[in-house]
């Protein structure tokens, strides 16, 4: 399968700006862009940040081919009745275009933007993985009642549902055992960031190590599951390994990460369009170059 290259445009802009970012990044030949789905995000707190599903519906009107979605969408802020409700009319505007990325949520800004305590990574846990079997239910069933633990439906209809059947894609972010049977028993896509503890002291070729300890694991919770884990399109969301700040120092320095990171197993790299002065600060021409002859350079 020939590597995907995707891009992450944070929601920072204001939408006279931001719409030529979106049509732009349709027009570089980028197989998808995702946005985060967060309240506000690290040192962006203090800046603008908009909301990830109208966003996603804006950037829905003014492009045709390319994927859109979430990486990630968390149960931090996140119901699953008003979030399935949003997501197949989103599903529909796009004309079945969107992935939703989803993952447990850490304990950032979002987790306590409501008034409550931050939960634990056991609560994040548990409420991941109630909120995600809901949720694929929400998406393929036209009236689903549920009474759990932390969520429930009372006849929530969802009809038309979605365009894509039967459901649009979950793009699962999972690193431990319990979110990799998430992965496994209701993901199309699996993503990861690499291991956060090699990040700033970490070599690549630890995060490679990792990562290929990753991929086994999820080998693993598919076939518990019965299923094949080629079944599933393995993401990559750099920014987040210790070769970071250089992935798009080059047209030479990307086809050689992602050459390394394709030969492990994964099927799609998403880069962070750049923003000046901050964490994904990059060369702009360089990252147009990047898109345009990168990956078809790692594909002939």
């Given at each position: ?19 030529k ?22 040192s ?5 940040w ?10 829905a ?9 979430t990486?990630?969408t ?22 079945g275009r969107i ?6 949520g ?12 931050a939960?634990?990574p ?5 409420r ?16 689903v009642t ?7 439906a009372?006849e ?16 699962v972010?999972?690193t ?8 496994a028993?209701h993901?199309?896509?699996?993503v ?13 070729e630890?995060?490679?190590a990792?990562?290929r300890?990753?991929l086994e694991?999820?080998?693993k ?36 990460f992602?050459?390394r990171?394709a030969e492990l197993?994964?099927d ?22 990047i ?10």
């Amino acid at each position: 399968m020939a590597m995907r290259l995707s891009t992450v445009i944070l929601p920072i802009h204001r939408w006279a700006e931001g719409q030529k970012i979106w049509r732009r990044a349709e027009a570089l030949g980028f197989h998808a862009a995702y946005t985060y789905d967060h309240l506000s995000w690290r040192s962006f707190r203090d800046g603008p940040w908009f909301g990830a599903i109208p966003t996603l519906t804006a950037a829905a009107t003014v492009t045709g081919r390319m994927r859109l979605g979430t990486l990630v969408t968390s149960p931090n802020f996140r119901h699953p009745v008003t979030l399935a409700k949003e997501l197949i009319s989103l599903d529909d505007i796009s004309g079945g275009r969107i992935t939703l990325g989803i993952g447990a949520g850490g304990n950032g800004f979002d987790a306590t933007a409501l008034g409550q305590e931050a939960w634990t990574p056991r609560e994040r846990a548990d409420r991941f993985a109630e909120f995600v079997p809901l949720l694929d239910r929400l998406l393929t069933e036209g009236a689903v009642t549920h009474e759990g633990t932390h969520y429930s439906a009372h006849e929530a209809r969802n009809v038309p549902g979605c365009v894509q059947r039967p459901r649009l894609p979950f793009a699962v972010a999972a690193t431990g055992p319990r979110g990799m049977r998430l992965a496994a028993r209701h993901g199309q896509a699996w993503v990861t960031t690499g291991d956060p503890k090699l990040f700033e002291t970490g070599t690549p070729e630890q995060s490679r190590a990792a990562l290929r300890g990753q991929l086994e694991k999820l080998d693993k919770a598919c076939a518990d599951a019965g299923r094949d884990a080629a079944e599933l399109d393995k993401i990559l969301l750099t920014g987040f390994t210790p070769e970071a700040n250089g992935v798009l120092d080059s047209v030479d320095a990307f086809v050689d990460f992602a050459g390394r990171h394709a030969e492990l197993g994964f099927d799609e790299i998403v880069v962070h369009t750049p923003i000046p002065d901050s964490m994904f600060a990059a060369d702009p021409v360089v990252f147009e170059r990047i898109a345009t002859d990168g990956i078809a350079q790692l594909n002939s």
